[in-house]
């Protein structure tokens, strides 16, 4: 059974949300690496506005190995994420703090998702921080685990059904695009 998200009406909530594939398009076989390679997601800049009135917290969480294999600096990526705020301030949304892990993949990083160290770090910057009413969204199976590591709910965002139908037990809401899930919330919210 889906977790009920009634209880978004206490405005107590957490967002954590992946960049690529959800807030801006993900390049194929490819690393954003510089602030002209970020493409918005249909829609993203808006709904992340309307969700910031839903939200009380909203964290970023992303891995970047491409600055592990050293595609990109830490500065590069400081610049995508400094043109990814400002524009989402000037359309009057809010993105608390973005996390990043731009270690390999192969690493075993504590910090690269499904590992939980970005959640934790998170909870340590914001105390108020609950998992249990907090929810991942992401594009990957990968964002469905670390939610799930932290008892949070979790949104597929995926425009086909079939990941969603194969791993049930990790996907408890799937939506084609982050419009689609900020029009839900929204729905519950008023
Ligand atoms: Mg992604």
Redesign the pocket.
Known sequence: MKPSLDDLKNKEWTLFL?????INK?PLNAYVTKPDDFVWEDGAVNSISRLSGIFKTIIVV??QQGIGKGIMSQKDLNNIHLKMLNEIESAGGRIDKVYFCGDLDNRGSFFRKPAIGMGLWAKKDFPHISFRKAIMV???I??MLFGKHLKMITVLIDNQPFLARKYPKLVDYRFPDLKGFTQFVSSIHN
Do not use: E, I
Not at 18 to 22: A, E, I, L, S
């Open positions: 992946d960049r690529d594939g959800v993900r992303t891995n992401g594009d990957t990968t964002d």
